[in-house]
Every structure is written in C-alpha cells, then in structure tokens.
C-alpha cells in the first residue's frame, strides 16, 4: 500500500519538473521547502525506500507501530448511524478506520473527500502530500487545499488539481487539468482527457456550516515549521534518526549471520579443473560432494605448523550482544514517541514489574485516546458533510445523528477494574490463567504459560504471584 502511495506522490512531484506549486499554479500552498522535505522522507520510509534502505532495507519498524494503533482503534471502535442515506458511506468509512490510523502515524494525516458518483455518496481518503494545506481557520480547521492527482491515458499523462476554498459558508471548487507528456506542465481543457471531460471546471456549495474536506490529522506539535501543517507520528523530533539506526542494526545482524555461515579451508592441491569444450578452465572443485563446495574455499595450506590440508572455520556469532543492541534502539524509539516499552520491543527481553508494564500500557492508551478523539470529532464532521449532499442530491434527510462507542475503553483505562474482569473470568472458565500473566505482567504467551502453576488448588496470590 505504502509503496503505491509513495510512488503516487513522489510522481506528482517530480510532475512540476524543478518549478514550485505556485509558479505551475498560482496558488500559494501552505508547505515550506522544510515541510516539503519532511513529508517526503516520511513517504520514502514508510514505503521502504527511505535513503538509507538501499543499504539497509526496512526492518518493518513503521508497519509494526502502525499496525499496533489502528489495530486497538479498530478493536475498540462501535459506530451507529440514524439516517439510512449516510450509513452506508460511514459504516464504510468506519471499516477504513485502520487506513486513517496509518495515515496519521505515518504521514501526518489525510484528507476525507465526499464525493457523489453513480447515484450514491462516496469518499476518498487522500494523504498528506497528495494534499496541499492552502490554508486553515484560527482553531486549525483545513479551510483550503490543492489536492492533486496524476492521470495516465494510455501514453499520455495528466496532471489534475482540485482547489478546494471554505469561507462565509461557501465552500468552492476548481479544477485545472495539466498536460504532462513533455518537460513542462501544460493547462488545458478538462475535455482532454476522457477521465476528466465530464468534470465541472467550477462549482460551489452554498449555505454549509464547515468545509466539505475534512483533515484527520495527528496531534503532534509542529516543530519543524511552527505551522499547522500536522506531522506524522513517526516525524517526531529524532524518531527518523532511531529509525535509521534501526534499520542499519538489523542489517548488521543479518550479516552477522551470513558472515557465520561455517567454511572450509583446502589447499589447492585437493582440487581438480573443470573444463568445457574448447579445453577453456571455468573453474575448481572438489569431487565427490556437491554439497560440500558451497563451503569449500581454496587456499594455500591452512598456514598451521602441522600442514593440514582441510580445516572447518565456525565463527562464534554474536547474536545476543546484535539483538541487545537493536533492542535498545527499539526502547529509546518507544521512548521518544512515547508510546510505552513492549510496544514494539521485545517486552520479555525488559526487566520490569507488572506496575512498570501497566505504565507502559498507559502511555501507548494516551497515543490511542488522542487519536481515538480526534476520529470521533471529525465522523461527525463527515456525517454532517454527507448529510447536507443526500439532502441536496434528494438520497434522504439532513440528519446527521451518529453514536460512536469505544468497546473496553472504560476497563483499558482503569488497569483495577480490567484486571477484577479478567480473574472474574478465569475463575468463570472463560479465560486461561496465563492469559493474566501476559495482559498485565508483561510475559508473551510461552512465558506466561511457563510461569503459572499447574496445580488447580492454589490460591490467585499463588498462581499469579505478587505485584
């Protein structure tokens, strides 16, 4: 998916051939030359191909932290909708919560755009990059973008921009197609191209009380610009950097092992040619043993006093000291982005108490919670957008009442009362007893399951031990 998204952006951009936005459009963009690099790095490392990955490919670091949120907010999140012509376009939208959460860690948030196509309302989820802020309210409210898009018609290219401007309870559309086969861009007419031809160039909704593009967007602090651009969960100061470290680290293990693989010493001596036709020698190898020349390398004697003509090198692999190294970067990254130990490290490898855990848990429930609030202030905002186009398209009423639930939310957040829940249910028989050990002692499963006794007759002090 990333890598489809990067390639998307990274064409529109290479699309304006060394010229600004505004000297291609005229439109003045809300993005600095600082934010315009951030985005892109943000692009090149969640797609794998940050500048370091040639060398060091991606350890999978920004998938795992990614996956981990939108896998919670998705396992947490219940949505009820009133008005049958929305709910089908939320209920939707709420099965795509997982795409909002990536877009958010990784990108710094993403555009939903309403759209009415084929007789039904439907949406597009656009990332930043792909959308440019042109402006936004006082309170941070994404007032005006460019949201640009590549179109390729057989062999030719295009470049389409939508300029989207909210204000007095207006909110208006542009549309500007660019032809793209040369070196320059080129403005033509929509008709130029058959997925634009029946596009309107302008139009405008009147009488609306917020903007009919709605911002998903992270709640980090702005610090490379101090503008309201948002940045990406993974753009926090110094994260880039540990990610960088952690790619290059996991590539040292990896060829710490490769380095380990055990060979074989020979002299030359024990070696026949190889000849094809023509008598030409294409190489050396020991017969007998196909198996064994992948190990063999041909040398002089061994250089040992006792001449052996064979000798086995096994170098001792440093794997412990490797992984301890890479699991401090992952803590010092968990850390920095503030989102608890265990989350992306090997929690079992940490010497820590089950309170120490808990904490842990917490600070990953403040991410969650941050990003779970911003997604129940802006469904609203999308329920109220796609009410206001079925009442204009005549698909059903304004109404816009949806209920958004968290399931467990309550329990997450007081670590006492899940854990009363949980030993409610293993004494009920519907949970096992490790499963205590692991959700709130910090153990993974085999650990867990090692640690509890098997006897039946212990006490709970006994079977989970004391705090």
Request: with cysteine; glycine share 8%.
């Amino acid at each position: 998916m990333f890598e489809k998204i990067k390639g998307f952006f990274m064409n529109i951009l290479n699309a304006f051939h060394g010229y600004t936005v505004e000297e291609v459009t005229g439109i003045k963009t809300n993005i600095t030359n600082e934010m315009y690099r951030a985005i892109n790095l943000w692009a090149d490392m969640a797609s794998g191909h940050a500048p370091w990955n040639e060398k060091s490919p991606s350890c999978g670091i920004l998938d795992q932290i990614a996956g981990r949120l939108h896998m919670m907010v998705s396992r947490e999140i219940g949505l009820e909708v009133n008005n049958p012509a929305i709910e089908k376009a939320m209920y939707h939208l709420n099965d795509n919560v997982d795409k909002i959460v990536d877009y958010i860690t990784l990108f710094g948030g993403c555009v939903a755009r309403p759209v009415f196509s084929n007789g039904k309302l439907q949406y597009q989820l656009i990332p930043l990059g792909n959308y440019l802020p042109t402006r936004y309210d006082f309170d941070g409210t994404l007032t005006g973008a460019l949201i640009l898009k590549q179109i390729i018609n057989g062999q030719h290219k295009f470049l389409l921009t939508e300029e989207h401007l909210y204000e007095n309870e207006n909110h208006s559309v542009k549309c500007t197609l660019y032809n793209n086969d040369e070196q320059t861009l080129r403005k033509v007419s929509l008709a130029s191209c058959p997925q634009t031809e029946n596009l309107t160039e302008e139009y405008t909704w009147h009488n609306v009380k917020q903007p009919m593009i709605i911002e998903f967007r992270s709640h980090c602090v702005n610090k490379i610009d101090g503008s309201n651009v948002p940045v990406a969960l993974i753009g926090a100061e110094g994260v880039p950097y540990l990610v960088k470290c952690a790619d290059e680290q996991f590539e040292r293990m990896n060829w710490e092992q490769k380095s380990g693989e055990r060979k074989m010493w020979a002299d030359r001596d024990l070696f026949v040619k190889r000849e094809k036709k023509g008598n030409k020698v294409v190489g050396s190898y020991i017969t007998g043993n196909e198996d064994l020349n992948r190990l063999i390398m041909q040398v002089e004697g061994d250089g040992s006093l006792d001449y052996a003509k064979v000798k086995e090198v096994s170098p001792t692999l440093r794997t412990a000291e490797q992984n301890a190294m890479f699991q401090q970067i992952l803590r010092r990254i968990e850390l920095t982005m503030n989102i608890g130990k265990g989350t992306i490290s090997d929690a079992e490898s940490v010497q820590q108490t089950a309170t120490q855990y808990n904490g842990g848990r917490q600070e990953l429930y403040a991410i969650v919670d941050k990003i779970e609030d911003e997604i129940e202030v802006k469904y609203q905002t999308c329920a109220d957008v796609f009410a206001y186009m079925a009442a204009a398209y005549g698909l059903g009423s304004a109404d816009s009442t949806i209920v958004i639930k968290w399931n467990d939310d309550a329990t997450r957040k007081d670590i006492t009362a899940a854990k009363q829940i949980e030993l409610q249910e293993i004494a009920s028989g519907v949970r096992a007893p490790w499963e205590y050990r692991r959700d709130f002692m910090g153990e993974d499963e085999e650990t867990a399951k090692v640690n509890v006794p098997q006897a039946q007759t212990q006490g709970i002090e006994d079977i989970f031990g004391k705090e």
